[in-house]
């Protein structure tokens, strides 16, 4: 069974920084597409960034300029730097995969594959 874990959560003052890493576990093939995505309670799970085995990313417009996605692919491990923290960045914060076809999208319908979350934490 394909496993996805997450760490970095942390609590962080508004203007830190934080990065959190994601690894692949459990899955076959080279190629694949990994995404970030955050939910605050009672609002929808909201796409954050996405990058495939190629190296390709996508950002959503809140994120960008502040927010960067990366992989290692031998350690299929992707890892999202996030920057200028602000409180609305506060979030659970998960990780998704798809693959071998997949489509480098922040959509979550294109993934399967979903880790447990972390936890940002932002305070003005």
């Known amino acids: 069974q394909v496993q996805l874990a997450e760490s970095g959560g942390a609590s962080v003052q508004s203007g830190g920084s934080l990065r959190l890493s994601c690894t692949l576990s459990?899955?076959?093939?080279?190629?694949?597409?990994m995404g970030w995505f955050r939910q605050v309670p009672g609002k929808e799970r909201e796409g954050v960034a996405a990058?495939?085995?190629?190296?390709?990313?996508v950002y959503a417009d809140s994120v960008k300029g502040r927010f960067s996605i990366s992989l290692e692919n031998a350690e299929k491990t992707v890892y999202l730097q996030m920057n200028g923290l602000k409180p609305e960045d506060t979030a659970m914060y998960y990780c998704?995969?798809?693959?071998?076809?997949?489509?480098?999208?922040?959509?979550?319908?294109?993934?399967?594959?979903w880790g447990q979350g972390t936890q940002v934490t932002v305070s003005s």
């Open positions: 998704a995969a798809e693959g071998p076809i997949c489509v480098v999208t922040i959509w979550e319908d294109h993934y399967n594959f």
């Open positions: 459990r899955y076959t093939y080279e190629t694949y597409c």
């Open positions: 990058i495939n085995s190629d190296g390709m990313p």
